[in-house]
């Protein structure tokens, strides 16, 4: 690593050149801090339901300890990670606010992670990390709890905006405070590490209370047939629409997907979305008109198993679309996703159903900052040096253009391992360090540029296990199992396993037990089985057996 100890150093390790997979490393002193741990979904060139997060050796090759993991919301590209690859971090104080907590918690209970350590931070009290005094700041985004964090160090001051809009009237949450910005920039502020999600539009993002009044309008004129609307499970300000302007309607709601289940969870506990009295089970939609149900349902990027699709497909017993039903996709695709959603959208038109998204209605409204929004907020603070993050690299070169345009004195173009030093009068990019990215399969995270990841772009999702035995007449071994799983896994423990189990099941079955296709179909069985349980994986199984 080319820096000294006391250098300020920002080093994006996902997120940079990209949508999602957020993760930004920042350097005082000794002392490191993370902010943000996301992940982002598969594309067409592998399993679209795969999980894809930054890989982290950088750190483990320089042995570097965290001093803290600040989350700054709890959308997945900012938080999904972290379940997986929390117990490789050392079980690291985790920094944020009441809501992403709980959400967390939740993840952490479904993956089977119990020692964690979540400490909340309070918004009116700055708090000292290693070298580091952090302070944060509510910003607006479509999901509670949306905080920029302020890094201070005697070497210059920081300002991380994590995800952000200018909502003037938001209905979660409350408008950005100007007064405190005005305080943050007279403290100076040496760079911005800005979100570019949106920056290609002019004008403002729009409110969600614009949103509201376009639902109610579609639900008032909406007379016939069940409403479904698709959106983020995380867009909480989008649930309440839906929940409120149902509940003015008489129009009952019902939840489809478990992600909605879990956030609504979440909300209810932190004092969002309560006291709703128009929430129905499925079973209990079963008995209400069709012309008074509203389902609220995941699935707006198509994935194919998620609520929407399986409802299209009718796979859900106990709800189901017909004709005189309308879908809003109340949701932007996120790149990579058209294909999927367009899909999902033919399908709905060759059951004559009616769909609306946000061409054609106001039905959404971007959680990200226009360059409306960007010019107010670079007044607001004054960075000395604008750096764009949170976006695929045209989006990044597109803020720099326009930081330029509106009198930022300096402006930095950083791609993923940059290393990038910031002091009160310069910032430049020093070196570059490794970031890659790793791949969920199963409970096994796999690099994407190992032969395992390149084996498997060829086979079944979840790999192929084949397994050859030979025996003699009397069901003796002649030789230990071989086995052959290149696209499963490359640990040799788990395969020793395997062999393990198969020689003792082998062992039990005696000399009248002959028939190779029953052994073949149970030694099956036991290895999906035992991969199932160990590694999380159900592979394409095959047993050859040799007789001498």
């Not at 003037?168 to 403290?187: A, F, N, T, V």
């Not at 084996?455 to 003796?476: P, Q, T």
Request: glycine residues 6%; charged residues 25%; neutral net charge.
């Amino acid at each position: 690593m080319k820096f000294s100890k006391n250098d300020l150093i920002f080093i994006p390790l996902g997120g940079s050149g990209e949508i999602g997979m957020n993760c930004n490393l920042y350097h005082y002193n000794g002392s490191w801090i993370m902010i943000d741990l996301g992940v982002m979904f598969g594309n067409s060139s592998m399993s679209p339901n795969e999980l894809i997060m930054p890989d982290l050796s950088f750190l483990y090759e320089n042995k570097i300890k965290l001093s803290a993991l600040i989350l700054t919301h709890a959308h997945e590209d900012h938080i999904g990670a972290v379940p997986y690859l929390y117990y490789q971090l050392n079980n690291v104080p985790i920094f944020t606010t009441s809501f992403t907590a709980s959400v967390l918690k939740r993840k952490f209970m479904s993956n089977d992670v119990k020692d964690y350590d979540i400490r909340l931070l309070d918004y009116n009290k700055q708090i000292s990390i290693g070298e580091f005094v952090i302070e944060i700041f509510a910003l607006t985004h479509s999901i509670p709890e949306p905080n920029a964090i302020i890094l201070k160090t005697q070497k210059g001051n920081i300002f991380h905006t994590g995800d952000w809009k200018i909502d003037p009237e938001p209905l979660i949450g409350q408008p950005i405070d100007l007064e405190k910005l005005k305080k943050i920039k007279s403290d100076g502020i040496d760079a911005m590490i800005c979100d570019s999600t949106n920056v290609f539009d002019e004008n403002p993002s729009g409110s969600e209370k614009e949103v509201r009044n376009v639902f109610r309008k579609i639900f008032s004129e909406k007379k016939k047939g069940k409403i479904f609307v698709t959106c983020f499970a995380s867009n909480i300000a989008r649930l309440e629409t839906v929940l409120k302007v149902s509940e003015e309607l008489n129009k009952s709601c019902v939840f489809a997907g478990r992600s909605i289940h879990r956030i609504f969870e979440s909300a209810v506990e932190n004092n969002y979305l309560t006291n709703f009295k128009n929430i129905v089970s499925e079973k209990e939609a079963r008995l209400i008109s069709d012309d008074d149900l509203v389902v609220i349902c995941t699935g707006s990027q198509g994935e194919e198993n998620a609520a929407l699709s399986k409802l299209v497909g009718g796979k859900n017993n106990n709800i189901e679309i017909y004709k005189e039903d309308l879908i809003i996709f109340s949701s932007r695709e996120i790149p990579g996703n058209e294909k999927k959603i367009n899909s999902l959208k033919e399908k709905l038109l060759k059951k004559n159903c009616q769909y609306l998204d946000h061409r054609m209605s106001k039905v959404h409204v971007s959680g990200h900052p226009s360059k409306n929004e960007l010019r107010k907020m670079y007044n607001w603070i004054s960075p000395h040096t604008v750096i764009p993050v949170h976006g695929e690299y045209r989006h990044m070169v597109e803020q720099v253009n326009f930081a330029k345009k509106s009198g930022i004195k300096n402006q930095l173009l950083i791609q993923n391992g940059d290393v990038i030093k910031i002091n009160k009068s310069n910032v430049n990019i020093s070196s570059k360090v490794f970031s890659g990215r790793n791949m969920l399969k199963g409970k096994e995270i796999i690099p994407i540029n190992s032969e395992i990841f390149n084996r498997l772009k060829y086979v079944n999702s979840d790999g192929e296990f084949f397994v050859n035995l030979i025996l003699d007449l009397d069901n003796k071994l002649l030789n230990e199992p071989i086995i052959f799983c290149p696209t499963v896994s490359e640990d040799k423990e788990l395969i020793e396993d395997i062999k393990k189990l198969l020689i003792d099941e082998i062992n039990g079955y005696g000399k009248n037990f002959f028939d190779d296709n029953i052994i073949s179909t149970e030694l099956k069985k036991l290895i999906k089985k035992t991969i199932n349980k160990l590694i999380g994986l159900k592979p394409l199984t095959y047993v050859e057996i040799v007789r001498i």
